[in-house]
């Protein structure tokens, strides 16, 4: 039998949390959450080292979006130059 969209699974590997309830928020799992992903493994060496510093750079300062002023930053603090 297939799932469908309309259908989900009764089965959650994962429990529900609502983060809106208090209650809830006391039994929450305390890890770290990510606002982005490690999709850096099919780069070449050079854009994954990019990747990492731009990644270190969000969490730094926390910023979720960077600006390309701050981009050519880090691109700078890797050494290159024009």
């Known amino acids: 039998m297939s799932q469908?969209?309309?259908?989900p699974s009764l089965e959650s590997p994962v429990p529900f949390f609502d983060r809106?309830?208090?209650a809830t928020v006391e039994r929450?799992?305390?890890c770290?959450?990510?606002q982005f992903g490690n999709l850096h493994d099919?780069?070449?060496p050079e854009a994954a080292e990019?990747?990492?510093a731009i990644d270190q750079y969000k969490l730094l300062h926390r910023r979720r979006f960077v600006t390309f002023e701050?981009?050519?930053a880090v691109v700078k603090s890797l050494g290159y130059h024009r």
């Open 70 to 72: 701050e981009i050519l």
């Open 4 to 7: 469908t969209m309309d259908s």
């Open 20 to 22: 809106r309830n208090p």
């Open 50 to 52: 990019l990747a990492r």
């Open 42 to 44: 099919d780069l070449s």
């Open 32 to 34: 770290d959450r990510r």
């Open 28 to 30: 929450m799992p305390s």
